[in-house]
């Protein structure tokens, strides 16, 4: 029965015969190495092709759906990071074999006649498989994709005479967008493959006619060069499985954002040596490391195979190694130079760990919230805790701190509280406790002494805690949870309107904080019967609420806020400075209105009354 099976698979398809020819094809005696690496380059492009058509089936290749795309297949797919993961790590393995292969090939002599074609050809394969790395980092369209797009093209451009049409060409237009990343996904996925198996048939063909034309001696394939092979790629297989659980899948930054101006864009390792050399490169002299030093590079290696006409053979062979090894080693060295002094670089750290933050927080946002109509884009630019923190670090912290973060680095007069929860049932409890603690009363740094700065804000309620305070703990806390439930006074509703409800008369807080506080603040054009306020301070109706911070951001000096201050102790109003969603998106941050934001421990009058 299997001879039948056999005798009609023979002679329907001819599969047999071809497995029996390659199994005894004759090779060089010797060569296991040389074609060691060769098999397990071939495993890792067979695992790229294999990856790639299934990461083919939920990729879109649009600068609006890429990095939603992507985000889909590492966190909702079923071990899509697994996929992803080898698929990114198998490029950076496919091109660590062809370096070693080059290495060999140069070491052990074999790029010389009558085997120049094959180093050609093995030379082409070193290009290819960056152009596949380069392109496919770039398809995700995080900050790393965008960004290394933005450098790597503009490298491009630097080129003479043909620079910017080149640069032109790839990206669609001036600026990285969504045409250029269709262009970059079909070079990724169409072109650069067939030209990588065009370049290994040819390789193949050519080492075929030559051990038929050779009379060096050789032994069959099968077994032990097989046996070789089959090990070598199940080891690539393996380190290249095992680095990507250990790694936990293939990285995804932020949403590409062309706005950012902090972010730690670096090259890919195999290239991180030209970028360190360019940095090295005097002002004007950028030609020599983007076309002059690699052209030069390119040039000397493809004309390796010559050298034995010019020099003996092995004076020729020694020095062609010396200078191989000597240029590689000074290209690892570069590359080793680079890492460490951005390991040693604090701004670089700074902007590493604020990346990360960013790709956290981006993933966050597409898990709880999903990815917005306009696009992944859109996640950070339209959260408060990304873009109002932001906004609140360029405008606001040098006056004010944010969770302890502070730019203050004078001694101006007016300095302000921490930013932090503004408004919420524990800030203003802890404004009540202690109105000169650390957040509401920001010292100067080091350099300019510990004295205490002046906020004339809070210098009525230090007096009030000094003079006053509040009888015992339950009416501090009847206060701190009745004045909590004031920024969700419905817009609208006057300080008349919310007084008269039975609701907010009978709250526990109410007396005490009629008593307590409406000696200097008043509430709206509300008329308790009380007598006038003894010291200025600001309205408190609808406290914390997205009016009032709005009103006092746009313009503290507005009647019934901050206008008993001195001008020079006044916050700057931002009316004109800020967009309406900017405005918008630091309001939101200070209410803690953002995705994955702890709710406010503020309590409702009813709630307190039932207690």
């Not at 010797?30 to 890792?44: F, I, Q």
């Not at 660590?96 to 094959?118: F, H, I, M």
């Not at 392109?135 to 093209?153: H, I, S, Y």
């Not at 080149?166 to 001036?174: D, V």
Request: hydrophobic share 45%; net charge neutral.
């Amino acid at each position: 029965m299997r001879k039948q099976l056999a005798a009609w698979m023979e002679d329907r398809t001819g599969v047999p015969s071809l497995l029996r020819r390659l199994v005894h094809t004759p090779i060089p005696v010797g060569s296991t190495r040389r074609h060691a690496l060769k098999a397990a380059l071939l495993a890792l492009f067979g695992v790229q092709a294999v990856t790639g058509l299934l990461l083919m089936c939920d990729y879109s290749p649009s600068s609006t759906t890429a990095w939603g795309s992507v985000f889909y297949l590492n966190n909702q797919v079923q071990l899509g990071w697994f996929v992803r993961g080898l698929h990114r790590f198998g490029t950076t393995g496919m091109i660590a074999l062809v370096l070693l292969a080059l290495l060999q090939t140069v070491a052990s002599g074999l790029y010389r006649a009558p085997r120049e074609v094959g180093w050609w050809l093995l030379l082409a394969l070193l290009p290819l498989t960056m152009g596949l790395g380069l392109t496919g980092n770039m398809l995700p369209w995080d900050q790393r994709g965008f960004w290394a797009a933005t450098v790597e093209t503009s490298i491009a451009g630097g080129v003479p005479l043909i620079g910017p049409q080149l640069r032109s060409l790839i990206l669609g237009g001036h600026e990285p967008g969504n045409l250029s990343l269709t262009r970059v996904y079909a070079l990724h996925v169409l072109v650069l493959p067939l030209l990588f198996v065009a370049v290994m048939v040819a390789r193949t063909a050519l080492a075929a006619r030559r051990g038929h034309a050779s009379t060096d001696p050789t032994e069959p394939y099968w077994p032990k060069q097989a046996f070789y092979d089959a090990s070598c790629g199940a080891v690539a297989l393996g380190l290249l499985t095992l680095g990507v659980i250990i790694a936990g899948g293939a990285p995804l930054d932020a949403p590409g954002d062309p706005t950012s101006t902090n972010y730690p864009a670096r090259p890919e390792w195999y290239v991180f040596w030209l970028n360190r050399l360019l940095h090295k490169l005097p002002t004007g002299y950028e030609v020599l490391g983007t076309v002059v030093i690699p052209g030069a590079l390119g040039a000397f290696l493809m004309a390796l195979p010559f050298l034995d006409r010019l020099m003996p053979r092995r004076f020729a062979h020694a020095g062609s190694c010396i200078l191989i090894f000597a240029l590689t080693g000074q290209a690892a060295y570069l590359t080793f130079e680079a890492m460490r002094d951005d390991a040693r670089n604090p701004e670089y750290s700074k902007a590493h760990q604020a990346a990360r933050e960013a790709a956290t927080r981006a993933t966050q946002l597409a898990e709880l919230a999903g990815i917005p109509p306009g696009g992944a884009g859109d996640l950070l630019r339209t959260d408060p805790l990304s873009a109002g923190l932001s906004l609140v670090r360029s405008r606001c912290l040098g006056c004010h701190a944010f969770q302890g973060e502070t730019q203050v680095v004078d001694a101006s007069p007016f300095k302000a509280f921490d930013l932090a929860h503004f408004g919420s049932h524990d800030w203003i409890g802890e404004l009540l406790d202690d109105p000169k603690g650390p957040k509401f009363a920001l010292r100067a740094p080091k350099s300019l002494g510990s004295k205490e700065f002046s906020n004339a804000s809070l210098d009525g309620m230090k007096q009030w805690k000094e003079e006053i305070d509040f009888a015992d703990r339950g009416e501090r806390d009847a206060v701190v949870a009745f004045v909590a439930t004031f920024p969700t006074i419905p817009p609208g509703t006057t300080a008349e309107e919310w007084a008269s409800r039975p609701e907010v008369k009978e709250d526990p807080g109410y007396a005490p904080f009629v008593e307590n506080c409406l000696s200097c603040h008043s509430i709206g054009t509300l008329d308790l019967g009380l007598p006038g306020s003894t010291r200025p301070a600001p309205d408190l109706f609808a406290y914390g609420s997205a009016r009032w911070l709005t009103t006092i951001i746009k313009n503290p000096g507005t009647k019934g806020f901050y206008s008993y201050l001195k001008p020079h102790e006044q916050m700057p109003g931002f009316g004109e400075q800020l967009s309406p969603n900017e405005l918008d998106l630091i309001v939101r941050l200070l209410r803690d209105e953002y995705v994955g934001a702890k709710p406010r421990a503020a309590r409702t009058p009813r709630e307190q009354a039932a207690e």
